[in-house]
C-alpha cells in the first residue's frame, strides 16, 4: 500500500538524516531570504506566492519562467506542511486540493491570462535533509498526486502529458480552441548549491509545467504562429540552457566537475539554424543540447544522491529542441508541444468539470476581476473543508 503524503512528510521529519552538506554550506542568500518570508506563519499565502513569485522573476535559469513571473502569467497552488498533516482523507485530499487549483490554473490559461502553473510544497523540517530515497518518495508522491497517476517510476518519460487549452478569434471572426502538452518537471530546496542548483526551489519541492506553445501564443497574443515566432521560443530555450548554473559569465564553483548541469553544443559549419545571425544563440546547435540529466524524466534519480556532486553521471548528448520549430522531424510533438492541436469545447469543459457555474468556460468569457475574486475564494472555502 502506498503510503500517504502526509505519512511521507513525518517519516522524514522524525527519521530523515539531517544533511551535513548545508552545514558547511548555508542556502544562497535568494533561497535563505525566501525561506523566511515561507515559513513565517504571521504571513498570508497570498504574501507568501508574491514573496515566491518575486524569486522565480530573479533567479531561475528558464526565461519563460522569469517572463511569466514577472508577468504573473503563472499559477502556484501553494501546499503547505501543516494543512497537509490536519487534511481528513489523507492524500485523497491533498489531490482535490490539487486538482482545484489545477482547474482554475487551466480556466485563467482559456483566455491567454496564465500559462504555467506550479505547485510548491512547503515544509521547514524538510529543507534541512538530505536528498535521498525519503526526499524522493516525496517528489514522486506529490508529482502523483498532481498527474492523478500512480506509479511514476524513476527515469522515465511518462507517456501521459499534462494538457492546457486556448480560446481564440479568428480572423474571420469564429471561435476556435487549441490543445497544447506539456511535461512537468520536479525541483527541491536541496539543489541549491550541489551540482543540480539549476533545479532547486525555496520552500521544499516544486513541480513546475510550462507549456511553451501556448506561452508562445498568448504572451504576443498571436493568432497564428509563424516561423518567426518559433524561432524566438527556441532562442529563449537555449539560453535556458545556457544559464545553467554558474551561468556562462562565471567560474565553475571548486569541486563541482558536473557543472553545469545541462549546455550546448557548437553549431556545425554545415548546420542550418532558424535563428537570425545576430542572437546570442546563432553559433550553437538548434538541433540538440547535453546534460547529466534527462530533461523529460519526471523523476531523474541522480538528484536524490546526498554527495554534493557524485563521482560518476550518465551524459545525455542527444537532448533536441527540434520539437519547436521542425514540423517535418517529428510533426506530433511539435503539434502538441508547440503550434497546437484543435479541440473542442467538449475537451475544454472536460478538463474544468468540478468549477463553480459562474467560471463555466462554455457561459462564460474572458474572467473579471470579481470572478477571479470569488475563485480565489472558492479555493480557500474547499481547502477549509477537508482540514480538521
Not at 44 to 57: D, H, M, N, V
Not at 103 to 108: M, N
Not at 342 to 347: C, G, H, K, L, R
Amino acid at each position: 500500500m502506498e503510503q500517504h503524503l502526509a505519512e511521507l512528510l513525518l517519516d522524514i521529519k522524525l527519521r530523515g538524516p539531517q544533511d551535513p552538506f548545508r552545514k558547511k554550506h548555508p542556502f544562497s542568500e535568494d533561497i535563505a531570504a525566501t525561506n523566511a518570508v515561507l515559513f513565517n506563519p504571521a504571513y498570508t499565502s497570498l504574501r507568501k506566492i508574491r514573496a515566491y513569485r518575486k524569486w522565480l522573476e530573479n533567479n531561475q535559469p528558464c526565461v519563460f519562467g522569469r517572463v511569466a513571473a514577472k508577468n504573473e502569467r503563472l499559477f502556484i497552488c501553494l501546499l503547505e506542511e501543516r494543512d497537509i498533516l490536519t487534511m481528513r482523507r489523507g492524500d485523497a485530499d491533498v489531490l482535490d486540493t490539487i486538482q482545484d487549483h489545477r482547474q482554475v490554473w487551466k480556466r485563467y490559461a482559456l483566455d491567454g491570462d496564465h500559462s504555467a502553473f506550479l505547485v510548491v510544497l512547503l515544509s521547514e523540517p524538510l529543507i534541512w535533509k538530505e536528498p535521498g530515497p525519503k526526499l524522493k518518495e516525496i517528489a514522486r508522491r506529490l508529482l502523483e498526486l498532481y498527474m492523478d497517476v500512480s506509479p511514476i517510476p524513476d527515469d522515465t518519460i511518462l507517456p501521459q502529458r499534462e494538457y492546457v487549452f486556448l480560446r481564440q478569434t479568428t480572423s474571420a471572426g469564429s471561435t476556435r480552441f487549441l490543445k497544447f502538452s506539456t511535461l512537468p518537471n520536479i525541483f527541491c530546496v536541496q539543489g541549491d548549491g550541489r551540482w543540480w542548483h539549476d533545479h532547486r526551489t525555496p520552500g521544499g519541492v516544486m513541480i513546475t509545467s510550462n507549456p511553451i506553445g501556448h506561452f508562445t501564443y498568448a504572451y504576443s497574443g498571436l493568432v497564428e504562429m509563424k516561423d518567426s515566432d518559433k524561432a524566438a521560443a527556441l532562442e529563449k530555450a537555449m539560453m535556458t540552457i545556457a544559464n545553467a548554473y554558474p551561468g556562462a559569465k562565471r567560474k565553475r564553483p571548486r569541486g563541482l566537475t558536473h557543472c553545469p548541469a545541462t549546455h550546448l553544443f557548437p553549431r556545425r559549419e554545415e548546420e542550418a539554424t532558424p535563428l537570425r545571425p545576430a542572437s546570442p544563440m546563432a553559433g550553437y546547435s538548434p538541433d540538440h543540447y547535453g546534460g547529466y540529466f534527462n530533461t523529460d524524466h519526471l523523476i531523474p534519480s541522480v538528484f536524490f544522491h546526498p554527495t554534493r556532486d557524485p563521482k560518476e553521471l550518465p551524459h545525455y548528448d542527444d537532448l533536441t529542441f527540434r520539437y519547436l520549430f521542425d514540423p517535418e522531424l517529428d510533426p506530433k510533438d511539435h503539434a502538441e508541444l508547440m503550434t497546437g492541436i484543435e479541440a473542442t469545447m467538449y475537451d475544454v469543459r472536460k478538463n474544468m468539470d468540478r468549477l463553480p457555474a459562474f467560471a463555466d468556460p462554455d457561459k462564460s468569457g474572458k474572467l473579471s476581476d470579481k470572478q477571479r475574486g470569488q475563485l480565489g475564494h472558492w479555493l480557500d472555502e474547499r481547502l477549509r473543508a477537508r482540514l480538521t
